[in-house]
């Protein structure tokens, strides 16, 4: 029962991952349409661009390992094919995150702080991460345009 158990397990979190994915995409989609209707964009000179960048990278990883977490891996290929990649996912996480608050906190990276909306004024340029990314999201009820 035991093994039934962590199988099942097992698929609730790949599942899971799944739906954090396409959440993470559909963030970052937000991020690169703001100028058009692109699926993808290449704006390297925004942080929020980057933060949800990283962020989908890094969710992508984790999608793959919680796959790779499904199959009946080796005991001696455990920490090559599961563990060390969770581990580089976890750090991209942590650096999605402070991407994310660095943009958020400071109008865009550039020291001109946000307004009381959440938005800075570069937000029209796309100078901001997307709603997922962007802690004042979280208070404010408000809709970022």
């Given at each position: 029962?035991?093994?039934?158990?962590?199988?099942?397990?097992?698929?609730?979190?790949?599942?899971?991952?799944?739906?954090?994915?396409?959440?993470?995409?559909?963030?970052?989609l937000q991020v690169v349409r703001q100028d058009g209707h692109a699926w993808f964009a290449w704006k390297p000179?925004?942080?929020?661009y980057w933060a949800c960048l990283v962020q989908l990278v890094c969710t992508l990883y984790f999608?793959?390992?919680?796959?790779?977490?499904?199959?009946?891996?080796?005991?001696?290929?455990?920490?090559?094919?599961?563990w060390r990649p969770d581990a580089i996912g976890s750090v991209c996480f942590l650096v999605a995150s402070a991407l994310a608050f660095a943009e958020a906190g400071t109008g865009g990276g550039r020291g001109v702080r946000a307004s009381a909306t959440g938005t800075s004024p570069r937000s029209t340029r796309g100078g901001r991460c997307s709603s997922a990314c962007r802690p004042s999201a979280l208070t404010s009820s408000r809709r970022v345009s």
């Open positions: 029962m035991p093994a039934v158990r962590a199988q099942a397990t097992a698929v609730t979190v790949f599942v899971g991952s799944l739906f954090f994915t396409v959440a993470s995409y559909l963030a970052f000179a925004e942080i929020g999608s793959v390992t919680t796959f790779a977490a499904l199959l009946d891996v080796p005991p001696d290929m455990v920490d090559r094919i599961i």
